[in-house]
């Protein structure tokens, strides 16, 4: 296991974006780490320290979560400044080309890097995600990330997220605590409120758009799609159409588990680490 290290990047606007790394540079291709719509690059603590032995790490916090910095104007924070964040502190931090382990809405900013900048993409993982979003998964998504439940500690954060998250593959109450500590802080109150901005669920809902152009623009780069057995985002039509479209893209199911899965599941560690040594 190798230890983290913190990073702070200014972006294009002077908004502090937080990152963490682990590992030095190898010769491979860095993994960069990018979490879902209001995850943080914490989510890939054990990811980085596990891997960070044969490479470079590193894992971002968009602005308006965890420990980056808060915008002022709401607008901030759509996906097209969000991807431009993610290209600035690749370019801050050295990385001229990497493998992007995406998970959800991370999956589509390295879908979006795709069409910007390809040449950054040496490899991606996909983690349940694709081009088109269960329509239940995405409600649940609108109102999780609109609420503030104000838990009084963590034991009660923990069993809310047991009981609406129950197909995480979490089999200890020290992980739901963890997960729980991941996903709230203590505010000015005493109480524990979300690690984001909660106005990002404005930017949310509307028409939905065509994104199979976006996952199109992968052609070329090998893809590994990590996939909930279990998930309401990622269906399994949607995961049909996209083996149909990239015959070529290594899918891994992790069988009974939701949106998304942790990475650390024996079936997704094992297929990354063959997709890695594949590259």
Do not use: K
Not at 107 to 117: E, F, K, Q, S, T
Not at 165 to 185: H, I, M, V
């Amino acid at each position: 296991m190798t230890s983290a290290r913190e990073h702070r990047v200014s972006a294009w606007d002077g908004l502090a974006i937080h990152a963490t790394s682990w590992g030095e540079e190898t010769g491979l291709p860095p993994l960069l780490c990018l979490p879902g719509l209001v995850r943080t690059g914490e989510d890939f603590s054990r990811f980085g320290a596990a891997h960070g032995g044969g490479r470079r790490v590193v894992a971002i916090d968009y602005p308006g979560r965890g420990r980056s910095g808060r915008a002022r104007d709401v607008a901030r924070y759509t996906p097209e400044a969000t991807l431009r964040d993610i290209l600035d502190v690749a370019a801050a931090l050295s990385i001229p080309r990497a493998v992007v382990v995406g998970t959800s809405f991370g999956g589509l900013m390295a879908m979006g890097i795709a069409v910007l900048r390809p040449g950054l993409l040496g490899g991606v993982v996909l983690n349940d995600i694709g081009p088109e979003i269960g329509a239940a998964g995405e409600a649940f998504i609108r109102r999780f990330v609109a609420e503030d439940p104000a838990w009084p500690d963590l034991a009660a954060a923990a069993g809310y997220l047991r009981t609406v998250l129950p197909t995480l593959s979490f089999t200890e109450e020290a992980d739901w605590l963890e997960f729980a500590r991941l996903t709230y802080e203590e505010g000015a109150d005493g109480r524990l409120h979300p690690r984001w901005d909660r106005r990002i669920a404005e930017m949310l809902g509307g028409p939905p758009r065509d994104l199979w152009p976006f996952f199109d623009a992968l052609e070329g780069v090998p893809v590994l799609l990590v996939h909930g057995g279990a998930s309401t985002l990622l269906l399994e039509g949607t995961v049909e159409r996209m083996r149909a479209r990239r015959p070529d893209m290594t899918v891994a199911t992790v069988a009974n588990v939701g949106h998304a899965p942790t990475l650390a599941e024996p079936v997704a560690a094992a297929a990354i680490e063959r997709f890695l040594a594949a590259l």
